[in-house]
């Protein structure tokens, strides 16, 4: 029997789980739960005969070094900031590991140590990134194959609401961590346009955006996410002119977020005296200049932030709660604490609504042979969740990663080091599997003139 320990059962775990276990039998598998919270194990497995919950505290060395030994595979759910020290503990112990979050600069340095141990870290093995990064290279192999250069590669993910549940002014509903959402673009962006690299700080990065057609949903909307120069080496584009990774809202959301940008909202490192007895009024006040003139706080606001006082935008903010005289409460002392607890309570999904994935590849490439002539490609992915069942973002994390614990366990994928999912060997199986889970993916090429 294959043992695989499963850290965390959050979100991001619950459909990965629940697929463990609903193939445990036929592969021979027992799943084990481990988590800080016994009870949200216990939950996830369910009574199921194949699996196993456990309480489990990753900070206790001796505790995670028993764990670890006891389990042919371990599954990393947890949060990044635990990916190294786990990886580190997995080569230690010669065990395999997975996981769905970044691989981060450290990892590759365990790559030789990793094929010492005749293992393999896979990383990198959820939805952005993980699908994402197997679908761009599964065009890039297309077109190396056909004799041709990449010269533009764009790649723009989003977890939004379906068309049919869009609820509220912003467009938006809350189906993962709020503090994400709030944290989102902190550290700025970076990516490869014309032959240049460009910058975008952080309070730039919701006002560099721009339209995208996503065939059967419309014109969305794109903002720079993250670094996007690792690409180049990844997937060996090098000699791409442009190359850039985005984020997909629907039309609209930019705008607003970059007020509560410009106000200076999200920040974790702030803590606000009482902030619990004041007004969501009395919070937003807080972020005005001295020198903002004018008694009212509406006219103030808008005047800060340079938009119609009337407009959409203070509409927007206004629904948020942003200038309710409602008291905050026990809800944290920062800033983003206290926007983290709004986003929850005013963007919360309803038992009716459902959520929405996309991940939108779009790539242009360049052919000598023949004429010279040049092709666009466009693969789409669009995945609806379930209502009051599986979000589209939790199968769509947690799918890739059950595919390839299986295709581990099983010997179909025999690399050893430390890899994310940008070699054949990992990719092509994973996207046959997830076609035969059905998930649905669109391509379309055109000869560009």
């Given at each position: 029997m294959k043992k695989i320990l499963v850290l965390g059962a959050g979100l991001s775990a619950k459909y990965l789980i629940h697929y463990l276990l609903k193939h445990a039998v036929e592969n021979d598998w027992l799943v084990m739960v481990a988590e800080v919270n016994l009870a949200l194990a216990k939950a996830a497995v369910k009574g199921n005969s194949r699996g196993t919950a456990i309480q489990f505290d990753i900070n206790d060395e001796l505790s995670r070094a028993e764990q670890i030994k006891n389990a042919d595979i371990v599954v990393n759910m947890l949060p990044p900031k635990f990916q190294y020290l786990l990886a580190l503990d997995c080569v230690h112990h010669g065990r395999y590991m997975i996981s769905a979050s970044y691989q981060g600069n450290s990892i590759p340095d365990l790559h030789k140590d990793a094929r010492r141990k005749g293992i393999l870290i896979l990383t990198e093995m959820g939805l952005d990134p993980g699908i994402d990064l197997m679908l761009g290279m599964s065009i890039i192999e297309k077109v190396r194959l056909k004799g041709g250069k990449i010269k533009s590669f764009k790649s723009y993910g989003g977890a939004i609401p379906s068309p049919d549940s869009l609820s509220n002014p912003l467009k938006y509903l809350v189906t993962w961590n709020p503090r994400n959402v709030v944290m989102s673009g902190e550290n700025g962006a970076q990516y490869f346009e014309k032959g240049k690299i460009k910058l975008v700080p952080y309070h730039n990065v919701f006002q560099d955006s721009w339209m995208v057609k996503v065939d059967g949903i419309g014109d969305m909307e794109v903002y720079p996410n993250r670094e996007t120069l690792a690409y180049r080496s990844n997937f060996e584009?090098?000699?791409?002119?442009?190359?850039?990774?985005?984020?997909?809202?629907?039309?609209?959301?930019?705008?607003?977020?970059?007020?509560?940008?410009?106000?200076?909202?999200?920040?974790?490192h702030l803590h606000i005296p009482d902030v619990h007895k004041m007004t969501y009024r009395d919070f937003t006040e807080l972020f005005l200049p001295r020198?903002?003139?004018?008694?009212?706080?509406?006219?103030?606001?808008?005047?800060?932030?340079?938009?119609?006082?009337?407009?959409?935008?203070?509409?927007?903010?206004?629904?948020?709660?942003?200038?309710?005289?409602?008291?905050?409460?026990?809800?944290?002392?920062?800033?983003?604490?206290?926007?983290?607890?709004?986003?929850?309570?005013?963007?919360?999904?309803?038992?009716?609504?459902?959520?929405?994935?996309?991940?939108?590849?779009?790539?242009?490439?360049?052919?000598?042979?023949?004429?010279?002539?040049?092709?666009?490609?466009?693969?789409?992915?669009?995945?609806?969740?379930?209502?009051?069942?599986?979000?589209?973002?939790?199968?769509?994390?947690?799918?890739?990663?059950a595919i390839g614990i299986k295709l581990i366990l099983s010997g179909k994928i025999s690399l050893t080091g430390c890899y994310i999912p940008t070699v054949p060997e990992i990719y092509k199986p994973v996207l046959k599997e997830l076609k035969k889970e059905g998930l649905k993916f669109k391509e379309k090429t055109t000869v560009l003139k």
């Open positions: 584009i090098k000699h791409a002119e442009t190359i850039i990774r985005g984020t997909i809202r629907y039309p609209g959301w930019c705008e607003t977020w970059q007020q509560i940008v410009k106000l200076g909202i999200p920040n974790e020198d903002v003139t004018g008694s009212d706080f509406e006219a103030r606001l808008a005047n800060f932030l340079n938009i119609n006082p009337t407009g959409s935008i203070m509409g927007n903010l206004k629904w948020l709660g942003l200038f309710s005289e409602k008291v905050i409460g026990n809800v944290g002392k920062t800033p983003t604490a206290v926007m983290v607890d709004l986003l929850h309570k005013k963007l919360k999904m309803g038992k009716n609504d459902r959520d929405m994935v996309i991940l939108h590849t779009e790539a242009e490439a360049f052919y000598k042979n023949g004429k010279n002539k040049r092709e666009k490609t466009i693969l789409t992915l669009i995945e609806e969740g379930e209502k009051d069942g599986f979000t589209a973002i939790t199968k769509t994390v947690g799918l890739p990663v």
